[in-house]
């Protein structure tokens, strides 16, 4: 398992690595064996890119970027097959971070919809998304080369990127204006459009080099570190009288925690009824909101994440998620209740994250055109398992993809590859 999960597992019989090339993890880098990491670093060095966001925005950092993003690629790939040849392995489970990376700072040069998009591509780095997945193509093939003859393999993606249009470091404005956030909150007017407003430290954070950011964050305690990203993803802590408040997450889903009695601080709302009441009236006001120009909702979905996620650390999560709608371009949003609100550009990121994956399949008796109707990343496990005759547990959530495979089908190695696309 190499560079898949983002923190080091406690127990695993076969080989894994972690975090040596992972984007965007806070966690550290770990092997097993344990000296594993240390024979990588001195035959394949440490990944090209580091860190993906120490980076400016100008054209000679984005240039830098595009070739340590290929580098990476070239170097994963030797890596990997370094692996898959001396190792002796049932599974193999591997992962390409580079277009995840890619997607961040390279959308603007591809979609015609940003802001900064370039019809003249003066910078030359229009086509950096295409050659990454071209680089990566070449490298999964090579692998299931070397794989040889009857390896079943899956090539997936968990999720896809795209443009963001998203209202997530708006979205205590917005509570607040339907009146779930602070109490006597003025509504946005329904005639005119009101310009949200700006987090100061979303504001500084766009303002300072990436590089000087990440240097600035490594002399921090830990403990900093995290209330900046705090502070850069959700503004101050200015909860009191308050029942929702947004929390920090990401662009594309926006996070909302109820102030729940007991439970948080400043809580007001009783658990129960309140609780439920609230949380349903929420995710409705949300539903509602639309783009002005075209009148497309703006939000896809509003998850109940304690109905989504049973289990014992539940209360430690975002009680909501907002989905927004990052498939056209909108910047101005309304509702009866909300009114009219001119959502504030605040990212330095050109590309964020969208829903949908991809799966292609060969060995796992697929057929051509089958319909797999809504698979999740919760269904590659019991895949795999039910490939190798083993049974999923019953507490494994997920269900096997394909038709089950005959006992002398059961046979032979199985390579997943993961991108983060």
Known sequence: MLDVPKFPISRMAGVYLANWGSHATKTRRASHPAGLLREIDERFGPHPVGECDAVDSTPQALRQLRAKILDGVRVRGELYR???AREDWDVFFAGFSETHCAGHHFWQFLDPSHRGYDPADRQGLRDTLQCVYQAIDREIGELIELAGAGTRFLVFSGHGMGPMWHASWNLQEILDSLGFGKAGAARVS??????????????????????????????????????????????????????????????????????VQGRDRHGSVATGAEYQDLCENIAAALQE??????????????????????????????????????SFAWDEIASPALGRLKIRMQDSRSGGHTPRG????????????????????????????????????????????????SATDRVGRSAVAKGEA
């Open 82 to 84: 370094f692996l898959m």
């Open 190 to 259: 329904a005639s005119t459009s009101k310009e949200a407003g700006a987090n100061p430290w979303r504001l500084l954070k766009m303002a300072l080099p990436g590089k000087v950011q990440y240097a600035v964050k490594a002399m921090l305690p830990r403990a900093l570190q995290n209330e900046l990203i705090f502070r850069w993803y959700a503004g101050s802590r200015d909860w009191a009288g308050r029942r929702a408040i947004a929390v920090p997450n990401n662009d594309s889903v926006g996070a909302i925690r109820i102030l």
């Open 289 to 326: 909101l639309r783009d002005v120009g075209t009148g497309r909702k703006v939000v896809l979905q509003v998850s109940f994440l304690h109905r989504e996620f049973p289990g014992p650390f539940a209360q430690g999560l975002p009680d909501l998620a907002v989905l927004w709608d990052q």
């Open 358 to 405: 991809f799966l292609l399949a060969s060995g796992y008796g697929e057929s051509c055109g089958q319909d797999l109707g809504e698979a999740t990343l919760y269904d590659l496990a019991p895949t795999v398992l039910r490939a190798a005759g083993v049974d999923p547990p019953a507490s494994m959530q997920g269900r096997p993809l394909f038709m089950q495979l």
